[in-house]
Structures are given as C-alpha cells and as structure tokens.
C-alpha cells in the first residue's frame, strides 16, 4: 500500500539522468493515481454529475489537471502548440468557489469521458518526453523549465485530494468501492480529551529559495513572532466528541455561529457533520465510499465554522476560552512533536499519504510526543486566515495561486489528512480554504491568549495590482485623462446596439464598470484572477482599497468606494471571468462591442485571438484594439509578433498594418486615432505612453 503514493522528488542532486528518472517516475505515480480516485465513480454517467451545486460536474475536474499541464507550458513559451486547444478552454478555470468562476452547465458542452482519456493519455505522453528532454541543471529552482513539469505535478496532487472529497460527496450509490482504497476496519469509543501544556517560544515561518524541496509562492519569505504558552488539545475532536454539541442542539443555537455560521446553516440547513448519516435516532459515518456504523474514536470531519461553533459552545460549557490553533502555535507544536520534514519522514508514522488507510483512523492511533495526530488523519482548521510573508513574490507561471485568497476569508488548514501527498505534507506546506469549504479536516483546540488581528480594510499590497488601481482609479497625472474612461467614450461612438460588451485584458474593471453605464450587461475578462479580484470586490464589497508606492519603502493608501464611482446602480450588470484571450470559452460570444485595451502586444500568440474574434460579434458589432505596440519577448515570441521588425526583405512591418491584413476580411476600419495614459510607479516616476486606438465594424 506504501506504493500507492510516492513521496515528492528532491531539487538536489549531482545527476541529471538520475533525477530525470526520478521526475518521471513521481509524474507517472501521480497521474495514474489521479485517474485510481475517478474510478470510484459508479460508471462514466456519473462524471456529468456534480456533487455540490458550487462546483463544476466531475468531468471538469477530470479533464483539468492535465489541461494545467498544456497551459501552464504553453503560458512559460516551454511549448508551442496546443494539445486540444477546446479541452485546454473549458477545463481550465472554475476549481475553487470563487466570483469569476463558472460553474453555470448550459454554459458548457462536456465532451465524452473516453476523449478525455484519450486526451489524457496524450497530455502524458507529451509530459513524459518533456521530462526526458528539457533543459535541466542541478538544483532545480523556479526559473527551471523543469519547474513547471514539478508545478503541475504537485497542483494533481492537490487535485488528487479534493477530488476524493467531492466523490465522498456524491450520493452513496454513484460510487464503487475500490480495493486500492481501503478503510481503516477498527474503531471504539471516543477517549477522553485533555489539554497538554505546551511551552512557547519565537518562531520563524517560511522558506528560502534554496531549499531543495518544492514549494508554492506562499511559502516563502519571512514571518516571525513570538509565540506564548499555549494549550492543546492531546487529541483531534472525534465524532464521539462532536457528538454531544450535536445532541445538545449545537446546530440550532445561534449564540454558537457568527455571522457568516449562520448564514451558513440558512443555506444548507444543516443539524449535524455532513459525512454523518442520520437512520432514524442513529448516527451512521460516510467513508469514500461506503456508510458505516459511526467511528466515534475516529476525527469528526467539519468546516471551520462548524469548529468555531463546537469552541463557543465548549467555551460557555467548560468556563473557559477554547480557540482554533494559529499557524504560528501550530509550528510550536509542529515543533515540539520533534518531527522532520519530507524525505526524512517516514509514512509509517502517521496516517498520511495512502500508507495506511483511505481513510480516517482512531485518534488516538499516532502520538508525537504524547500529542495526537500532528499530521496526518484529517486536516486542522486553524483561526489564521492566510497571507503572505514578507518578500511573498508571485511565480509567472501561476501568479493568481495565492494572492485571490489573501483576503482574510480563507482560514488556513493545518496538518495534511490521510488523502494527503506530494508538497500537502510538507512542513513549509500552506493551504486555505473558504471557512464553509469541506476537505478531508476536522480540528484540535487550544487554550490561547494570543489573538489574531484582523484588518477592517483589506489593502491591496501587490505591488503590480495596486498600480493598476492606481491606474484605474487613482488621480489624474500631467494633465493626461483617466485611459479606461477615453476608451469606453471612444467605443460609444461607434456602438449601435447597446445590448452586451465584453471588456477583455479588463485589469481591475474601471472600464468594465463604465460600459455598464450605457450596456445592459458587461463581462470583464482578464488572464489573471489577481486583477479581477480587484473589480469583484469593488463590486460585492462596495470599495478597493490599495497602498501605492510613494518613495523607496515609503507607501500611501488609498480607498475608493463604488458610491463614489457612481457604479452602485449599475454593479448588477457587470460580470467579472478569469479567461484566456488567445483561448476564450466559446459562450464568450453575441458580443455588441469588444473592447481590448493593451493587450494584443502581450498575448503569447495574438493571431489565435484576431483570427476568431468576429466569431464573437454580433453584425454591426465594434472591435476597439488599443495598443502602443511594445513588442517584447517576454510577453510574445518575435515569430509571433504582429510588427515592430523588418520582414524578409528588409521592410518596416508595422502593427496597424498586419491588424489591417488580419482583420480585413471580416471588419471595415472606421477610425484612427492616438490615447495617452500614464501608470504611476512612485510620486517621482511615472511612465507616460502612447496607445494607438483603432475601431473596426464587423462586416
């Protein structure tokens, strides 16, 4: 059973054919693992089921760790072309329940699930030779191409994890026992809880760039803070434990949920854990996929606000303040377990990494100096919502992992569970989740003096982001107007029908908001969720609020409501979407207007977009391109480059005119003309531009 999972592949190493083979054999494992999980769906009709009406049909989910791997590569300039590029569309965005998700069905048509697998075995079979064949020198860090073969290694196994969860969720009988994925047979009484002194002391989060495991972005950098006495729970809440918050009405005391519990219990209606099963006045426990009679000495699998209500109502019982643990009392912890990270850490040790079981254990099964379960069994909630330490950088290649969830409303999980493998079980591992979300996690309690400090205002503090607020939204420089403002009022000249416009390369939506002032519906799409996480909370929140640069370290901050945008009447016909221009959904379409401002001289191919673009406008609809051709590398190949060299001949080619070329067969020309803006970098420093605007009627 050990072989089920293998352990993550070190950075290190005096030979590259060795840690090729290694690579090759940790993606495999991976791969063929991720597939082992879909298998415990009844028959191929359930993948167009959905276990939770938040989430994407399972076939989605099927189909998307492998269309990360094309994507990603494709995004780095590692590869060229394109697997399936319908496939690497609708299977690349809507995992997490987040705004620019879409997860509406009729939007979609799913393919067969046999394609899927075929495509699959050809997404494998390109990654395989990848392996074999890239660049690759000792030790691998970030830059590597190799990194992203590792990236989209450790984001399946992820997948691997939650995808259990979601089939744990589907109805009993769309799901099949799998003899790979056995459950643990034993269980007894609940023991009984007690506290364990534990001593505190400074403790230091996050890792260098060196270090010779692979991380996502959020765990590097630095974080310090002195940690108090504390104490903790010797063991996991179990269901036995749980039971009696359950029994004692816990689920219909409203003293016990905060604002966003009750709500919560309003949607959902819940009255107990949702992997419990009530038969009459009996308690019963769904496992992956079996239902058994209740574990009661097994961990109780709950949502942090489940966990919160369970330290409320223990508080008022007990007399005392009983808190979830924070990241920094569970490193101490983590510490005082005397464990070591991942190679040195063996399997055996804990119920993690399908070595054991397939699922949950008795709680009292795996000390670590004399407290329970320091990792492994379930996830821990934990009372810290996330965010990054200093010098926390985005990675190129996956720049919205982290930052959409620096927002004080993902709690981070603690711990790994028995689904857990690869980067989940490492010591430097950071994961957060929505405090409704349901993973494979329960919780421990503390007794802690310590609070976490919350912010009122969340500020923006990525740096690129918070430049484009500026942009945006900021103050006017050296006499040049607002740049979304000018476009959206050259667009509406040339418009007819006013019916919906799609804001594409959107940024942070000041443009997409305008549309909606003569528009009856706007879809803003931009590349990156870090910026349209930006319009979204504008939008639900009523405000943005960022910190720019003023001198060297120095910053200013700076809040902008919706009121007093204006926008508050008009927010209900906006829609913000994650989206690749170069690769677009197909119901991004029946289009009035599109307007691209600044994009088509940073698409990693910008014909794959002007090529199909009339496809996506009504008769009489307007394309409004801006740009002020800044053709570099980085952004697009030189192959791809639409100007800005000299052909084979020796002649200028000039962008206007190959747009010309392209979109001559489909669109007329109808004007011309110059855009000024300036993106402020600091008080001192600003980059002052000019765009070229040309607008173009659909034939």
């Not at 961990?299 to 808190?323: H, I, M, T």
């Not at 004399?370 to 909630?381: I, M, R, S």
């Not at 029946?590 to 794959?608: E, G, Q, T, V």
């Not at 801006?626 to 590398?633: D, G, K, L």
Request: with cysteine; aromatic share 14%; proline share 3%.
């Amino acid at each position: 059973m050990s072989r089920l999972s293998l352990y993550p592949v070190t950075l290190d190493g005096d030979n590259t054919q060795k840690k090729r083979q290694e690579i090759r054999e940790y993606f495999h494992n991976t791969f063929s693992l991720f597939e082992k999980v879909f298998e415990v769906l009844k028959d191929d009709d359930v993948f167009y089921n959905k276990s939770e009406i938040t989430r994407h049909p399972m076939i989605f989910y099927f189909g998307h760790t492998a269309t990360f791997f094309i994507n990603k590569l494709i995004n780095m300039k590692i590869i060229k072309e394109r697997v399936n590029p319908e496939f690497e569309s609708i299977f690349a965005v809507g995992v997490d329940e987040m705004e620019w998700d879409d997860v509406e069905s009729s939007n979609y048509k799913w393919p067969k699930v046999h394609d899927v697998r075929e495509y699959r075995n050809r997404v494998r079979e390109a990654v395989d030779e990848l392996i074999m064949t890239l660049p690759l020198t000792m030790p691998i860090d970030d830059k590597s191409p190799m990194w992203i073969i590792l990236m989209g290694i450790e984001h399946e196994r992820i997948h691997i994890e939650t995808s259990l969860v979601l089939h744990r969720q589907m109805p009993i009988e769309l799901v099949k026992e799998i003899k790979e994925f056995n459950i643990c047979t034993h269980s007894a009484e609940a023991p009984q809880n007690s506290m364990i002194e534990i001593s505190g002391k400074n403790v230091r989060l996050g890792k260098d760039k060196g270090h010779n495991l692979y991380g996502w972005d959020n765990e590097y950098g630095k974080y310090e803070e002195s940690v108090e006495d504390f104490k903790v729970s010797k063991f996991l809440v179990s269901n036995g434990e749980f039971m009696e918050f359950v029994k004692d009405n816990g689920y219909k005391n409203n003293e016990f949920w905060d604002e966003e519990g009750q709500k919560f219990l309003e949607i959902t209606g819940a009255k107990y854990p949702t992997f419990w099963i009530k038969e009459g006045d009996v308690y019963r426990y769904r496992a992956l996929s079996k239902i058994i009679d209740m574990p009661l000495d097994w961990p109780v699998d709950v949502n942090a606000l489940e966990a919160e209500a369970f330290c409320r109502y223990k508080s008022k019982k007990d007399g005392q303040k009983y808190s979830l643990p924070s990241e920094a009392e569970y490193r101490v912890l983590y510490d005082h377990a005397k464990l070591e990270d991942i190679p040195d850490f063996h399997g055996s040790r804990a119920n993690l990494n399908f070595y054991h079981y397939s699922s949950s254990c008795p709680v009292n099964e795996f000390s670590f100096n004399g407290v329970y379960d320091v990792v492994g069994n379930v996830w821990q909630w934990s009372r810290t919502p996330i965010f990054g330490f200093e010098g926390f950088e985005i990675h190129p290649a996956y720049d919205d992992f982290s930052t959409p969830t620096f927002d004080t409303k993902h709690a981070l999980i603690l711990g790994s569970s028995w689904a857990s493998s690869g980067n989940l079980i490492m010591k430097h591992s950071r994961y957060a989740f929505r405090r409704h979300f349901f993973q494979n996690a329960g919780f421990r309690y503390v007794i802690s003096n310590s609070d976490i400090k919350k912010e009122d205002d969340v500020y923006e503090s990525d740096e690129l982001v918070s430049q484009y607020c500026e942009f945006q939204y900021g103050d006017n420089s050296f006499g040049v107007k607002n740049f979304a403002l000018e476009c959206v009022k050259i667009a509406n000249k040339f418009v007819k029908n006013k019916t919906k416009a799609l804001d594409l390369g959107c940024a942070t939506g000041r443009a997409t908001f305008e549309l909606a002032r003569s528009f009856d519906e706007v879809d803003g799409i931009d590349f990156s969720a870090r910026f349209i996480s930006v319009g979204v909370k504008l939008k639900n929140d009523g405000y943005i609020a960022y910190r720019v640069k003023t001198e060297g370290d120095l910053t200013k901050d700076k809040k902008v409501s919706i009121k007093e945008l204006g926008y508050e009447e008009i927010k209900d016909r906006v829609f913000f979407w994650q989206g690749d221009a170069c690769n677009l959904k197909s119901n991004f379409n029946s289009y009035d207007l599109i307007l691209a401002k600044n994009i088509i001289d940073r698409l990693y191919n910008p014909r794959l977009f002007l090529d199909s673009v009339h496809e996506r406008l009504e008769s009489d609809g307007i394309l409004v391109l801006t740009s002020p051709y800044t053709w570099q590398e980085c952004s697009t190949k030189k192959e791809f480059w639409l100007g800005g060299y000299k052909d084979e001949n020796g002649k200028e080619v000039k962008t206007i005119d190959t747009l010309k070329g392209i979109l001559g067969k489909h669109f007329e020309l109808l004007h011309v003309e110059n855009v000024e803006f300036v993106i402020k970098e600091t008080s001192r420093k600003h980059q002052h531009s000019i765009s070229e605007a040309s607008v173009w009627r659909k034939r």
